[in-house]
């Protein structure tokens, strides 16, 4: 039987290794979701959240083992890794809480012709089936609560592949998942290569698909999927959240010591590995000294060490390739006149995953070779980010929107108005002001332009995981 091998980062060494599910597993894995999902969507939603609340607290139950697995996984440090679970928690019961309201049956409102006619309009909202989510590695736990949850609650039933690198995760959530009393059929996790993966995607009995991960990866899933539907006349839909160079700008009226010290966690937290981190630092040149001086004061702060030691701000990334690159990008802005900011040095046994947390500032290259380094332009999705003055708001919200990406933007201003005038013109799908890198269940989540399509959380993140039924009932 094929095997895969994870390897932690922060040792890379073997951790575990995990047997790989062949065709014929994978097949009988789509056979029985399919099977199940009608009895699945007969279920009252009142019981279908019984069983999806008493799942999230199985979760939680072995929340110290888990947070152990997460640093063995993605190197995270053990003192950052329980948050993800709490958000985990809280993203899922506040789905819980407002499903009833975001699924309910839609009246529309009657034109002047039906009411002569005494027409009755009605819009249902029905489960689409068996949903196959495909979740990154990077936050394995919030990645998935923003389609599972509320692809089960609306009465669909879920076949997980989870990134390699955390196939543990998807076996942990589908043994909690039996343990709340859910049917074994409905909720799935699925260990496969990338063939048996395509496999899955080309079954026509798969209605929509959920992708977190990179454009790359993204674009292919698209066309498999296109692809397929010429072989059984079948149109499964998609959902996708992929990259980000998300940019944070600091106003001229900004509280500079909160800002520094919001950007840097934005930039460092999980090392950087977030599709929503802090990839580029804009700050108005009035306060460029004042921040810097500080921002080199909170670098020092996070010190990079051993995931385990409870000391430890800053971990690993995931692989040397993904290292090896990130160093790339660094080496070339310095090339360009960058200057990297003192920062902690990384231990002496430090293995090639190891990147220091790295703050490139510039005083003499012109803006437009700045703007267009690798840096500035490419995911780094490490614990990188230049930092570059800008005359005004203008000038930020140009260079904010210089990107094939379209996640998220921080403005950080004591004027609220000011930031929602700019955020008018950002071309993301959340703005932010005086904060970052944070998920709110309450809003909808999902990118523009090359970092996505649809959204997740929020009463919006139904809409994707359903489909519509519309009534038009003459009386006789």
Same mark, same amino acid.
């Given at each position: 039987?094929?095997?895969?091998?994870?390897?932690s980062?922060?040792?890379?060494?073997p951790?575990?290794?995990?047997?790989?599910?062949?065709?014929?597993?994978t097949?009988a894995c789509?056979?029985s979701?399919?099977?199940?999902?009608?009895?699945?969507?007969?279920?009252?939603?009142?019981?279908?959240?019984?069983?999806v609340r008493?799942f999230?607290?199985h979760?939680?139950?072995d929340?110290?083992?888990?947070g152990k697995?997460?640093t063995h996984l993605?190197?995270?440090?053990?003192?950052?890794?329980?948050?993800e679970?709490?958000g985990?928690?809280h993203r899922?019961?506040y789905?819980?809480d407002?499903a009833?309201?975001?699924?309910?049956?839609?009246?529309?409102?009657q034109?002047?012709k039906?009411?002569?006619?005494?027409?009755q309009?009605?819009?249902?909202?029905?489960?689409?089936?068996v949903?196959?989510v495909i979740?990154a590695?990077?936050?394995?736990y919030?990645?998935v609560?923003?389609s599972?949850?509320?692809?089960?609650?609306?009465g669909?039933v879920?076949?997980?592949k989870?990134?390699p690198q955390?196939?543990?995760?998807?076996e942990?959530?589908?043994?909690?998942?039996i343990?709340?009393?859910g049917?074994?059929d409905?909720?799935?996790?699925?260990?496969v290569?990338h063939t048996?993966?395509r496999?899955?995607?080309e079954?026509?009995?798969v209605?929509?698909?959920?992708?977190?991960?990179?454009?790359?990866?993204?674009?292919e899933i698209r066309k498999?999927?296109?692809e397929?539907?010429?072989?059984?006349?079948?149109?499964?839909?998609l959902?996708?959240?992929l990259g980000?160079?998300d940019a944070a700008?600091v106003?001229?009226?900004?509280?500079?010591?909160s800002a520094?010290?919001?950007?840097?966690?934005g930039?460092l937290?999980?090392?950087?590995?977030?599709?929503?981190?802090v990839?580029?630092?804009?700050v108005?040149e009035?306060?460029?000294?004042?921040?810097?001086?500080l921002?080199?004061?909170?670098?020092?702060k996070?010190?990079?060490?051993d995931?385990?030691d409870?000391k430890?701000?800053?971990g690993p990334v995931?692989?040397?390739?993904?290292a090896?690159?990130?160093?790339?990008q660094v080496?070339?802005a310095?090339q360009?006149g960058?200057?990297?900011?003192?920062?902690p040095a990384?231990p002496?046994d430090?293995p090639k995953?190891?990147i220091p947390?790295?703050?490139?500032?510039?005083s003499?290259t012109p803006k437009?070779?700045?703007?267009q $380094?690798k &840096?500035?332009? @490419?995911e780094?999705f %490490?614990?990188?980010?230049? !930092?570059?003055p800008?005359s005004? =708001?203008?000038?930020? $919200?140009? &260079?904010?929107? @210089?990107s094939?990406y %379209?996640l998220?933007?921080? !403005?950080w201003?004591k004027n609220? =108005?000011r930031?929602?005038?700019?955020?008018?013109?950002c071309e993301?799908?959340?703005?932010?002001?005086?904060?970052?890198d944070?998920?709110?269940?309450?809003i909808p989540?999902?990118?523009w332009?090359?970092?996505?399509?649809?959204?997740?959380l929020s009463r919006f993140?139904?809409d994707?995981?359903t489909?519509l039924?519309?009534?038009?009932?003459?009386?006789?």
């Open positions: 039987m094929a095997e895969y091998t994870i390897v980062p922060h040792s890379l060494k951790y575990r290794t995990v047997p790989l599910q062949t065709r014929e597993q097949l789509l056979s979701a399919h099977a199940a999902r009608k009895s699945w969507a007969e279920k009252s939603l009142a019981e279908r959240t019984r069983l008493s999230l607290d979760v939680l139950a929340r110290v083992e888990a697995e997460l993605i190197g995270r440090p053990i003192s950052h890794v329980q948050g679970l709490d985990f928690y899922g019961t789905m819980c407002i009833q309201e975001a699924l309910q049956d839609v009246m529309p409102v034109s002047e039906s009411k002569a006619r005494s027409v309009h009605k819009i249902v909202k029905e489960p689409i089936g949903i196959l979740a590695w990077n936050y394995p919030l990645v609560v923003n599972i949850v509320p692809a089960l609650l609306a669909n879920v076949l997980l989870h990134a955390t196939f543990p995760v998807g942990r959530l589908a043994k909690a998942w343990q709340a009393g049917p074994a409905v909720f799935q996790s699925l260990t290569d048996i993966a496999l899955a995607l079954d026509s009995r209605g929509h698909v959920v992708f977190t991960g990179s454009v790359r990866g993204g674009k498999i999927l296109a397929a539907s010429f072989k059984h006349n079948h149109f499964p839909t959902a996708l959240e980000g160079k700008y106003c001229d009226d900004a509280d500079i010591p520094v010290e919001g950007v840097v966690e930039v937290w999980n090392a950087g590995q977030s599709c929503c981190a990839e580029r630092v804009l108005h009035s306060v460029y000294p004042q921040f810097v001086a921002l080199k004061k909170e670098i020092s996070w010190t990079p060490g995931p385990f409870e430890t701000m800053l995931v692989t040397t390739h993904q090896d690159a990130i160093r790339t080496d070339e310095v360009r960058g200057e990297v900011l003192p920062h990384l002496a430090a995953t190891y947390p790295t703050f490139v500032t510039f003499s437009d070779v700045i703007t $380094l &840096i500035c332009k @490419d780094s %490490g614990p990188i980010a230049p !930092v570059i800008v005004s =708001d203008v000038e930020a $919200l140009a &260079i904010i929107n @210089d094939e %379209g998220t933007s921080s !403005v201003s609220l =108005d930031v929602q005038k700019i955020g008018a013109g993301v799908g959340t703005v932010y002001a005086n904060r970052c944070a998920v709110d269940p309450e989540w999902g990118g332009k090359g970092s996505g399509s649809g959204v997740g993140g139904f994707h995981l489909r039924k519309s009534y038009n009932l003459l009386p006789s």
